[in-house]
Every structure is written in structure tokens, then in C-alpha cells.
């Protein structure tokens, strides 16, 4: 019997017999087709066979186990993944739950402090601070911005953090 008459007469039965286990028509054909793809690469080896009809239903058993097989593991894959994500997601929860907002306050006070302390600077020293601290620009280009030397950018930026240091460990000691 050729492939292509082996394939013509035992395709549809092996299809028929294959979605008996695995359920889906389209699961079924592929391992049929597979088991096919898989005969037609060593055919010579199919002379040996005495009794095809047997062969290519073993074929397309262990196929079937195999694929039932591996399912039963992306099931459990899922299961595992999906308490994983229950676990994290109850950490989370809780993470929130315990969260007290009022600790947030702290931050805010802090931050209230700070704006206060460079806010009571002379302008042209809190000017100084902020573009080097706040724009990050250096000396020599906060100098050529104002039109000032470099050396009082230094005097002002050294004036500016000895006022604020000053300042926020005053408030802060209270």
C-alpha cells in the first residue's frame, strides 16, 4: 500500500478515533497529521510493519497520551501560577490595608519645612539655590545666566546652605 493510500483510507478513522479521547477535532487531526508527518520522513521503515492497521492506531494512541499528558501539566502550571498570583495579590491587600496614610504627613511636613526655609532666603540668594539645587545648573553657568561672578554664586550658594541648615535643624529640634 503507498503513503498516499495509506493516508486516504486511515486518515479520517484515526481522526475519529483520536477525538475520542482528546475531545477537540482540531487536537485529534493535528496528532493524525503528526503521526502521518512523522511516517512520511521514515517510510522505508514502514516495510517491517505486518499489521498497519494496528501500528497506526498505537501511533495515535501514545500521541493521544502524550497530549493528555502534557495538558494535565499546563493545568496544573495554571493551577500553581494562579495561586501564586492569589498569594501575591492577598500581600498586596494587606499591604494596604495596614498602609496608614498618616505616616505619609511626615513627608509632607518635612517638605513643608524645606519650601519654608529656602522661601525665607534673600532673593537673589534662594534665585542662587534653586537654579543649582532645583535646575541643577553649575556655578559657572549660573554665573553667566545672572551676570554675576562665579566667586559669589560660591558665597551666595555657601550663605544659602548655612541659612537653611540652620533653619531646618531649628524647626526640626522642636
Not at 73 to 80: A, D, G, M, S, W
Not at 108 to 118: G, P, S, Y
Request: proline content about 1%; some cysteine; hydrophobic content about 40%.
Amino acid at each position: 500500500m503507498s503513503f498516499s493510500e495509506m493516508y486516504l483510507t486511515y486518515y479520517p478513522k484515526l481522526v475519529r478515533f483520536a477525538k475520542e479521547f482528546v475531545i477537540l477535532e482540531e487536537d485529534a487531526e493535528n496528532i493524525t497529521q503528526d503521526v502521518f508527518a512523522d511516517l512520511w520522513e521514515r517510510q522505508n521503515s514502514m516495510d517491517h510493519v505486518e499489521n498497519v492497521n494496528a501500528y497506526l492506531f498505537r501511533l495515535v494512541k501514545n500521541r493521544c497520551l502524550d497530549h493528555l499528558k502534557h495538558k494535565i501539566f499546563e493545568q496544573k502550571y495554571v493551577e500553581v501560577m494562579q495561586t501564586s498570583f492569589e498569594i501575591e495579590l492577598n500581600l498586596k491587600l494587606q499591604s494596604l490595608d495596614r498602609f496608614d496614610s498618616s505616616d505619609m504627613s511626615v513627608g509632607n511636613d518635612t517638605e513643608i519645612l524645606v519650601r519654608t526655609a529656602i522661601n525665607s532666603l534673600p532673593k537673589r540668594c534662594r534665585d542662587i539655590f534653586l537654579l543649582s539645587r532645583i535646575e541643577g545648573l553649575k556655578y559657572k553657568e549660573i554665573s553667566e545666566r545672572l551676570g554675576i561672578s562665579v566667586n559669589t554664586v560660591e558665597c551666595q550658594m555657601g550663605i544659602a546652605l548655612k541659612k537653611l541648615r540652620v533653619k531646618l535643624s531649628m524647626c526640626l529640634a522642636a
